[in-house]
């Protein structure tokens, strides 16, 4: 169960990450979705990166207890953020599936 755990804090810390980093103009575009992020989806962007990232701190909190979790989430939102960060540097068009599903429920 704790690896299972484990994959989900990483998933929902990057996508956290990934969801506040689409939300801005430059990214959104470099993902291949167009010119602009379309004002109705920058809100509800930003609302699910924070509540996946308040989700991987639950998570962390629930797999290794207060102590040692909150270690865990800082260092999971810490990797988190350097590999959105080397996704849109390097490999952008692999966050363009989210950008098509995020354009399909708008």
């Not at 980093?21 to 575009?29: I, T, V």
């Not at 990797?79 to 068009?93: D, M």
């Amino acid at each position: 169960m704790a690896p299972v755990l484990l994959i989900a804090l990483a998933l929902a810390s990057y996508f956290g990450f990934a969801l506040l980093a689409l939300s801005q103009d430059r990214h959104w575009e470099r993902a291949g979705g167009g010119r602009d992020c379309p004002a109705r989806l920058v809100l509800p962007m930003r609302v699910a990166g924070y509540a996946l990232l308040l989700a991987s701190l639950a998570l962390a909190l629930w797999r290794d207890g207060p102590s040692f979790g909150s270690l865990v989430w800082a260092t999971m939102l810490s990797i988190g953020a350097v590999a959105v960060t080397f996704t849109l540097t390097w490999r952008a068009n692999w966050l363009r599936p989210v950008v098509r599903t995020l354009q399909g429920i708008a």
